[in-house]
Nanobody
């Protein structure tokens, strides 16, 4: 079964850091871009950042630019999200998903091919 499983969430104080991992399985890693998405309580899921594992190209949503860093490890079929200077408004369930490269700059959730279980990030003020 193909999926992208997120892990590494937790509770952190504002200004702190967390590193999330996304383990991809069941599909060819380099054939897709991998995006990180988040869903805050009462809000729609939104795209945050993406990476094309085949060439390392990245995209960041404005609100996280300069604070979040996405990276990938092709040998492990894993994508990481380093989150620094966390803010209470970053609180959400974080998901990762695989989508075709043409969508990596807009990250529409309805274009994600493979989802998995999310991980909760809670930032206290």
């Amino acid at each position: 079964r193909s999926s992208c499983r997120a892990s590494g969430g937790g509770l952190v104080q504002a200004g702190g850091s967390l590193r999330l991992s996304c383990a991809a399985s069941g599909f060819i890693f380099d054939d897709y871009a991998i995006g990180w998405f988040r869903q805050a309580p009462g809000k729609e899921r939104e795209g945050v950042t993406s990476i094309d594992p085949s060439d390392g190209n990245t995209y960041y949503r404005g609100s996280v630019k300069g604070r979040f860093t996405i990276s990938s490890d092709g040998a492990k079929n894993t994508v990481y999200l380093q989150m620094n200077s966390l803010k209470p408004e970053d609180t959400a369930v974080y998901y990762c998903g695989a989508l075709r490269r043409r969508w990596r700059l807009t990250l529409p959730t309805n274009r994600v091919h493979y989802w998995g279980k999310g991980t909760l990030v809670t930032v206290s003020s």
